[in-house]
């Protein structure tokens, strides 16, 4: 039991770490965040689109960041290491902001997911999926859901542990809109099929 219980802090203090850095490195372009402990330090590895915003000069501000992750969430001797995106359409909280804003400007709710869709697998992920949740249409309409995918997305087992997911919020005049994104990043190897070319769909890409 104590062994469980160590195992769910644990997973608790990475989405509470995920959710500060989130907010604190918003400007700098944050993505995603990957945390690995070890007997000497807890690695946290940040990817962001501008690394020289989470560095600051002199490395101030992620000697800053360090220092509060420390206090905050009591871990011990943290270590932050910043990666820059290489490519901001197989980062799912990078496309969910895009797709929250372009529904924030009016842009028609399918057409953008499904141009998202193709501009993912055209960069090589071998899935993806997209739902956006919420009032999707004009004052007075009801609030519905909208799911789009293509290619691979496992939905149960270890195996989903290899899909990176971020949710995002828009926020238009109507209501809010609530949109999750997974993708299945190129190369990824799964034991019990192999993925081959992904085939997209003309209607998506006539969007």
């Known amino acids: 039991m104590t062994i469980e219980r160590k ?34 330090l807890t690695r946290i590895t940040v990817f962001v689109l501008l690394p020289g915003r989470v560095i600051g000069p002199g ?35 990078l496309v969910a902001r895009d797709i929250a804003e372009k529904f924030e400007r009016g842009m028609n709710a399918r057409r953008v997911l499904q141009m998202a869709l193709r501009i993912i697998i055209e960069n090589g992920a071998l899935g993806a999926e ?5 009032k999707l249409a004009a004052k007075g309409a009801r609030a519905k859901s909208i799911r789009k995918s293509i290619g691979y997305i496992p939905k149960a087992g270890n195996v989903t542990e290899l899909v990176r997911e971020a949710e995002a919020t828009s926020y238009p005049k109507y209501g809010a809109i609530g949109v ?9 190897k799964f034991p019990d099929r192999e993925i081959g070319k992904i085939e997209i769909p003309k209607a998506i890409l006539n969007a």
């Open 130 to 134: 997209i739902i956006a949740s919420g």
């Open 59 to 93: 490395g101030r501000t992620i000697n800053k960041l360090t220092e509060e992750i420390k206090a905050k969430f009591g871990v011990e001797n943290p270590q932050i290491n910043v990666m820059e995106v290489e490519n901001k359409m197989l980062e799912p909280m």
């Open 7 to 40: 195992f769910i802090e644990n997973a608790t203090i990475k989405l509470k770490i995920s959710r500060y850095l989130e907010k604190e490195l918003m400007r700098a372009g944050f993505s995603r965040v990957e945390i690995q402990k070890t007997p000497v």
């Open 180 to 188: 999750k994104v997974r993708i299945v990043p190129p190369g990824t």
